[in-house]
């Protein structure tokens, strides 16, 4: 498995650097084929496997990540930017995206002669169109946050916009990289509704839409204007959602796909040991279980501490993941600038049985439903917390299915306990979107003062030192606080055939399409 690691050392070395802006970049690839070698093979079509339908073709309702079908985004509309593996921002649709003020203010500058792909400009006009789109509630984006951080937007020409910021965000062009604000929709055909977009969807992206059939697969077709010539290498792709781990790994060795956008530990591992081609990025955070603490039990901070004592990770990575998973022991990884040896929970079967017990005799007894998304390791995720709490008293478990529809789940707050994640290679916008009061993206909702501030100095901090520190108190407050139980390290990655070339993906495991090519 080729683990993406050769630019680690780098990133701690140039990260200071990064903390007033945008390094420069240009069009080219963030990282190196994992499968064939040699040059690129033009011509083919792909067959890619993803982990969720999507529900919408309108880029503002899309997450940018491996589990909410980004790489639909990159097809369609492209990208202004990509990072590496080490952070460092890679610039493609935008020329640039700097600061002089410590990220108060931010001017965007993009490539002269972008077009859509019907022929129209893609222009600033366009760009700020978008930014505010995600940016109202009425749009229902899984980035709203980010693009809330946004006060205002102002066209200074076709291929300039500033941007003021709510408060200075330094690492603000992570945001852009990670969200829904990194693609660009047609404004005149976003205008025209959904109905019509979601048919006839205007991008800038390598491939146009052939069809779509929803909850089977989306066709996608070579976009002769692509501003990158030659990509993409591929005439056309076809993307199918598979939810089942095995049935998706199943696919791919069977022939029945080209590359299977894949987190489970276990298909990695067979993969690996079969020989494929593998890509896995490595990212700092990880799966959590999110206890709400909007309702009982989880108001309770004595039921959130019990049920983290109680949990055996190692346990339930063996049960999930067959013990190929990396449990989370730290929020950084060991590569992270960032990186604390202090570790976020300990498991203690002792404490947290006097904790059920003292909650049951003030009539308070720990009972709670673990919702699960429709995938296979996420229920046996949810089995393996209902069968630990088992042997406990004073305990109940429940486990219910429920649709993944992340973004009905942050404007509901309907549940319990739930598998989130928060997974990133800079900490910003990704942690403090997760965890602080007001964020939308606050699965576990609680609202903390002190945590608050710690995140949003490791925001706004303009050194390394400040920004270490700030959310080395920020990672003491969530293991006190204990909103989330962190379970394994994230995996997002791509496996593929062995003629397969091109395999890059920037962000949270956002794979490009235009890079990807296969031998003949």
């Known amino acids: 498995m080729r683990r993406r690691t050769r630019l680690l050392a780098t990133a701690v070395t140039c990260c200071a650097a990064l903390l007033l802006g945008a390094c420069g970049g240009g069009g080219d690839s963030t990282s190196p084929s994992a499968g064939a070698s040699g040059k690129p093979v033009a011509g083919g079509h792909g067959r890619i496997l993803t982990l969720s339908d999507l529900r919408s073709l309108d880029p503002g309702t899309i997450g940018n990540a491996y589990a909410s079908t980004g790489v639909v985004g990159n097809a369609l509309y492209g990208t202004l930017m990509t990072n590496d593996e080490a952070g460092e921002i890679r610039y493609q649709m935008a020329e640039s995206f700097t600061t002089t003020d410590n990220g108060r203010t931010f001017t965007l500058k993009l490539r002269p002669g972008l077009v859509f792909s019907d022929g129209t400009p893609l222009n600033a006009e366009a760009v700020k169109f978008n930014w505010d789109r995600v940016k109202d509630p009425a749009t229902g984006s899984p980035h709203r946050s980010e693009a809330s951080m946004i006060a205002s937007t102002e066209v200074v020409d ?109 298909n990695l591992a067979k993969a690996e040991k079969a020989g494929l081609p593998t890509d896995l990025l490595p990212l700092s955070g990880g799966y959590f279980i999110a206890l709400n603490t909007r309702r009982e039990p989880f108001n309770d901070i004595r039921a959130r501490q019990a049920v983290a004592a109680a949990l055996d990770i190692d346990a339930l990575n063996l049960a999930a993941y067959n013990g190929t998973g990396t449990p989370v022991d730290t929020l950084f990884s060991k590569a992270s600038p960032f990186y604390s040896d202090t570790p976020l929970r ?81 900490p910003e916008p990704r942690l403090l979107a997760n965890f602080t009061g007001n964020s939308p993206a606050n699965m576990p909702g609680l609202v903390d003062p002190e945590l608050d501030r710690n995140l949003l100095a490791g925001r706004t901090g303009t050194s390394l030192e400040q920004r270490k520190a700030a959310y080395d108190a920020a990672q003491a407050r969530l293991t006190e606080a204990m909103p989330a139980i962190f379970l394994t390290r994230s995996a997002p990655a791509v496996i593929t055939g062995k003629n397969v070339g091109g395999i890059v993906q920037y962000g949270t495991g956002s794979l490009l399409p235009e890079d990807l090519w296969i031998a003949k």
Do not use: C
């Open 158 to 266: 076709d291929v300039t916009l500033t941007a003021t910021m709510v408060t200075q965000v330094p690492k603000y062009a992570q945001s852009v990289v990670t969200s829904s604000l990194n693609w660009i929709a047609s404004p005149a055909a976003l205008r025209k509704g959904a109905a019509a977009f979601d048919a006839t969807p205007i991008g800038a992206g390598p491939f146009t839409l052939q069809s779509w059939t929803r909850q089977a697969e989306i066709r996608l077709v070579k976009n002769p204007r692509y501003w990158d010539a030659p990509k993409p290498y591929l005439d056309g792709i076809t993307m199918r959602a598979v939810l089942d781990s095995d049935q998706r790994y199943n696919t791919l060795i069977s022939d029945g796909a080209d590359v299977a956008v894949e987190t489970n530990w276990i």
């Open 346 to 426: 300990k498991a203690d079967k002792a404490t947290a049985q006097r904790l059920f017990d003292e909650l049951a005799a003030e009539g308070k007894p720990v009972s709670f439903t673990f919702s699960t998304y429709p995938s296979s390791e996420n229920r046996a995720i949810a089995e393996n917390v209902q069968a630990q709490l088992g042997s406990f008293k004073n305990v109940k478990v429940e486990v219910a299915t429920v649709d993944y529809r992340i973004g009905a789940m942050r404007t509901t707050h309907d549940f319990d306990a739930i598998v989130s994640a928060a997974a990133f290679q800079d």
